[in-house]
């Protein structure tokens, strides 16, 4: 299905700056955060932009390279193509954080901080503000994450990702989009430290989901500050577990 271009007269103004493409990455973006264009509406064509902007077709595509590379626009090729509005979301933030994990600029300790913090709020914030509906959810992914874990052998990759899913969900009762947006972020990138480790035992998994269980225990029965404490607790003992692992394997390497 075609997207609909959208003409919006008087919207953008002559560029009158010396260094032209960041003013025309500021009208642009600027009509399209206030919702004067919606995510799936096309841009006016390069040519048509030009035009408006009494600017060249080499300000011009800068300018729409910078907001690709903001996420707020998708570069779309071919006779149909052209500049389609995206939703503005966590992608290109998460990105970012996944290549400074992957880089080591930051470290475990920073990362257990961190998240010890946040996800102690976010817990008691979920406890508060919980709905029958929000605790069917949690127990829902609780009972299919079992399933994994029991299984023989355990379906690691299906276990993580159910484990990630309940903490994204917790966060989403939180009702706090910031909240929200930063433990997506967490969690869709916390694979770099620990993937290269070896597997954790049987046991340590097993405690992982017993102290999760635990913690939607504490939500549903909207104990705020126990669920606060089980959620850092929770994090504390990974982030252990992990330090300690990645101890294991340096030890290993350096044995050589």
Request: hydrophobic share 40%.
């Amino acid at each position: 299905m075609q997207k609909k271009t959208i003409q919006k007269d008087g919207v953008f103004k002559k560029s009158t700056q010396k260094r032209i493409y960041q003013d025309l990455v500021r009208q642009i973006e600027d009509v399209i955060l206030d919702g004067t264009f919606k995510p799936g509406d096309m841009l006016p064509t390069q040519r048509q932009l030009s035009e408006m902007f009494e600017t060249s077709r080499a300000s011009l595509r800068e300018a729409l390279r910078v907001l690709e590379q903001k996420g707020l626009i998708k570069i779309k090729l071919g006779v149909s193509g052209g500049a389609v509005i995206r939703e503005v979301n966590t992608e290109q933030i998460s990105e970012g954080l996944a290549l400074l994990m992957r880089h080591q600029k930051i470290s475990i300790a920073h990362l257990s901080e961190f998240r010890e913090g946040v996800e102690g709020l976010v817990a008691a914030l979920a406890a508060e503000r919980c709905d029958s509906a929000d605790i069917e959810t949690l127990k829902n992914l609780l009972a299919e994450s079992k399933t994994h874990l029991l299984a023989q052998p355990i379906r690691r990759k299906a276990y993580d990702n159910l484990d990630r899913m309940i903490h994204v969900a917790i966060a989403r009762i939180s009702g706090n989009p910031i909240y929200i947006g930063l433990i997506e972020m967490i969690h869709n990138n916390i694979q770099y430290y620990y993937e290269n480790l070896p597997l954790e035992e049987e046991r340590i998994l097993h405690a992982y989901f017993e102290e999760l269980t635990k913690l939607v225990g504490a939500i549903e029965r909207q104990q705020s500050d126990k669920a606060k404490k089980l959620a850092r607790k929770h994090v504390r003992r990974y982030f252990e577990f992990v330090r300690l692992q990645k101890d294991k394997v340096t030890l290993s390497e350096n044995s050589f």
